[in-house]
């Protein structure tokens, strides 16, 4: 059941921040993020970035350090009315959190950058990936805003040439 969040609008756009939101996330409340939403949030934690596409929860634990949020593409949200429906919203926000860590771990920072690039331009529709700041691009793969100028150059001439499977495998190697 889609959730009309009392003090938030339940369809965020792109490049919106939303403070009710921020508020209701930071103090304990679990939302999902509705599996057919086509964006996602961008997290802001301290100095670093979180990113929660679909199917994923937010709030709770997870984000209680959140300083501000940021929708990519037109965002809704579930309520999780059941235990199941919790346990896999949980899972998919874990399984973002473990793609996130394996790209920040990469020693290079141009190829953690173009990974970045590469991941979410599969997780966000058309080209919303292309929509998200330098400076939180960077925040989401622990480099300087410039190399992530960098990363995208590289990012755009190469997924005109080979398909993101691909890449993302030349980046891992």
Same mark, same amino acid.
């Given at each position: 059941?889609?959730?009309? %969040?009392? #003090?938030?609008?339940?369809?965020? #756009?792109?490049?919106? $921040?939303?403070?009710?939101?921020? $508020?209701?996330?930071?103090?304990? $409340?679990?939302?999902? &993020?509705?599996? /057919?939403?086509?964006?996602?949030?961008?997290?802001?934690?301290?100095?670093?970035? /979180?990113?929660?596409?679909?199917? !994923?929860?937010?709030?709770?634990?997870?984000? =209680?350090?959140?300083?501000?949020?940021?929708?990519?593409?037109?965002?809704?949200?579930?309520?999780?009315?059941?235990?199941? !429906? %919790?346990?896999?919203? &949980?899972?998919? =926000?874990?399984?973002?959190?473990?793609?996130? !860590?394996? &790209?920040?771990?990469?020693?290079? @920072?141009?190829?953690? @950058?173009? %990974?970045?690039?590469?991941?979410?331009?599969?997780?966000?529709?058309?080209?919303?990936?292309?929509? &998200?700041?330098?400076?939180?691009?960077?925040? %989401?793969?622990?480099?300087?805003?410039?190399?992530?100028? =960098? !990363?995208? #150059?590289?990012?755009?001439?190469?997924?005109?040439?080979?398909?993101?499977?691909?890449?993302? $495998?030349?980046?891992?190697?």
């Amino acid at each position: 059941m889609l959730s009309s %969040l009392p #003090q938030a609008k339940p369809h965020l #756009q792109t490049g919106s $921040h939303n403070t009710a939101l921020l $508020h209701r996330l930071t103090g304990g $409340h679990v939302l999902a &993020i509705a599996p /057919d939403t086509l964006g996602g949030l961008l997290l802001v934690k301290g100095f670093y970035v /979180d990113f929660a596409g679909p199917g !994923a929860a937010v709030g709770g634990g997870f984000d =209680r350090a959140c300083t501000a949020v940021y929708a990519i593409g037109t965002v809704r949200f579930q309520t999780l009315l059941t235990s199941s !429906a %919790l346990e896999a919203a &949980i899972q998919a =926000r874990v399984a973002y959190a473990e793609q996130l !860590a394996a &790209i920040v771990s990469i020693p290079q @920072a141009v190829q953690r @950058a173009r %990974l970045m690039a590469t991941y979410l331009a599969e997780w966000l529709p058309g080209n919303l990936s292309l929509t &998200i700041s330098s400076e939180l691009m960077a925040g %989401l793969a622990g480099v300087l805003p410039g190399t992530v100028h =960098r !990363a995208w #150059q590289t990012h755009k001439e190469l997924s005109a040439e080979k398909p993101l499977a691909d890449l993302r $495998h030349e980046v891992l190697i």
